[in-house]
């Protein structure tokens, strides 16, 4: 005879979320759930990139080197290169709404309201403890201090807050005014601590410079690394406009390159011409190739945009940026690659500058000038192959949820990674043989039956 205890070992065997006493049990917060929260963060920030390779290419085509040096059109460049400069300047309030738009399931507007009362909120706070220097008052947000971060964590400290505050029935007017103060404390806590990381960022630039072909290699991993949470301009602009001193007083990598034409300038720009040229549109076929049949044609859409920005203004950020947080294991990858990069073109001798970006557009315009440039081509094709077989490889073997990979038709209540728990015990799974059981008695059509049916009058008379 089966013991009660008995059963509740079995059926604590059978289901994990039952305990041994036979208790439910909540789940515990696992990979799974993790993974959950970065793929849906990364396909909110997913929205905001979308827009970047237009507004990139109207900032491009309309500067001075471009349209805006043909004197009868210069006033119409300028309002196109403007517009342009708009959108990728506020990059962070759209990585505000598009976050918590990711995050949350039920796309309350009142929580991307509250987003972007958010990023306000911790944007001047930082610029509170740390203003701008008289001279650069328009600098765009992206360019403030932690630039892009601000906009991420805005996104993510509501979604963290407004199911918990709105589940408590709290009137909208207190949960936002709730929201505000936790973006204040935290607002207030990056900005006391931005001055020591400046300082350390602005430390480690200038240590960079002693050695080209080791500094060049930090640097690019510094580079690609601090790109997610809006650091990186920190050090680009040390390396390229202050660090080193060539003819004439001229200081910085770019403009040594450019205006006195140094012919050991150049060691902090050349290795992103092979990663915007090759590796970052050979990763993007390869996330296209990867991606499930149904959504493959609206990926490579959007990937195909990106990598034509890439390969031909060196505008990077709409490839990157989709896979930095959603498939962050490849993004550590791509980063310890473009060291790698900057690290080789320097122990060759090769060097490049640019005006803009590293794309093909640039790499044209600085050719004459530059030394040994024709070895960039075969260094960005033997990168674009490490980036197609890495990335298809990393996809398809740890399932990354990078762009087209994720069912979009799943209804919410079925995704584990939710942090929602319904109330009351799930109900118990069925064993494989009564499902098979179950099955069979409702697919076979009921047994009949083989006695001779007999008339009533008939059986009586017999009878």
Not at 41 to 62: D, F
Not at 79 to 85: D, E, H, T, Y
Not at 235 to 260: H, K, Y
Request: proline fraction near 8%.
């Amino acid at each position: 005879m089966t013991t009660a205890a008995s059963l509740r070992k079995t059926n604590a065997a059978d289901n994990p979320r039952r305990s041994p006493t036979g208790r439910w049990r909540r789940p515990s917060r696992s990979s799974k759930s993790e993974a959950g929260f970065l793929r849906r963060l990364g396909e909110g920030l997913a929205l905001p990139v979308a827009a970047l390779p237009a507004a990139g290419l109207l900032l491009r085509i309309g500067q001075d080197d471009l349209l805006g040096g043909i004197g009868a059109i210069a006033p119409a460049a300028s309002v196109v290169s403007a517009v342009g400069g708009a959108v990728i300047g506020y990059l962070p309030l759209l990585f505000a709404v598009g976050a918590v738009y990711g995050l949350l399931r039920d796309r309350d507007p009142h929580a991307v309201l509250a987003a972007i009362a958010a990023y306000l909120t911790i944007s001047n706070a930082c610029l509170q403890l740390n203003p701008l220097p008289s001279n650069k008052l328009d600098t765009p947000p992206s360019q403030q201090p932690y630039g892009a971060l601000t906009g991420i964590l805005a996104g993510i400290l509501v979604a963290l807050l407004w199911r918990r505050l709105t589940t408590r029935k709290l009137p909208a007017f207190a949960a936002h005014a709730v929201i505000l103060v936790a973006a204040l404390v935290l607002g207030s806590a990056l900005g006391l601590a931005f001055p020591a990381v400046n300082e350390g960022l602005v430390w480690l630039a200038k240590q960079l410079t002693a050695q080209a072909v080791v500094g060049g290699g930090v640097f690019g991993v510094l580079n690609r690394g601090l790109l997610p949470i809006g650091l990186h301009q920190i050090p680009n602009t040390i390396m390229w406009f202050v660090a080193g001193e060539c003819s004439n007083g001229v200081r910085g990598d770019i403009p040594c390159f450019l205006v006195a034409h140094d012919p050991a300038a150049g060691s902090f720009t050349t290795g992103f011409y092979p990663i915007a040229l090759g590796a970052l549109p050979a990763a993007a076929i390869a996330m296209w190739r990867t991606a499930l049949p149904e959504q493959r044609k609206r990926t490579g859409q959007l990937l195909g945009t990106a990598a034509v920005m890439s390969f031909c203004f060196g505008v990077t950020e709409p490839i990157e940026l989709l896979f930095a947080f959603a498939a962050w294991p490849l993004y550590v990858a791509h980063a310890v690659l473009t060291g790698t990069s900057l690290a080789l073109v320097n122990a060759l001798g090769i060097k490049e500058g640019f005006v803009f970006s590293a794309g093909a557009l640039d790499f044209g315009l600085n050719f004459p000038i530059a030394t040994r440039p024709i070895l960039l081509l075969p260094i960005a094709a033997a990168y674009a192959a490490i980036y197609y077989v890495l990335f298809k490889w990393a996809i398809l073997r740890f399932n990354l949820a990078t762009p087209g990979r994720t069912n979009t038709h799943e209804p919410a209540e079925h995704d584990d990674s939710i942090s929602v728990h319904r109330s009351g015990p799930p109900a118990p799974r069925t064993a494989p043989d009564e499902q098979n059981r179950d099955f069979h008695s409702a697919a076979a059509p009921p047994p009949r039956d083989h006695t001779t049916h007999i008339p009533t009058a008939q059986r009586s008379s017999s009878t």
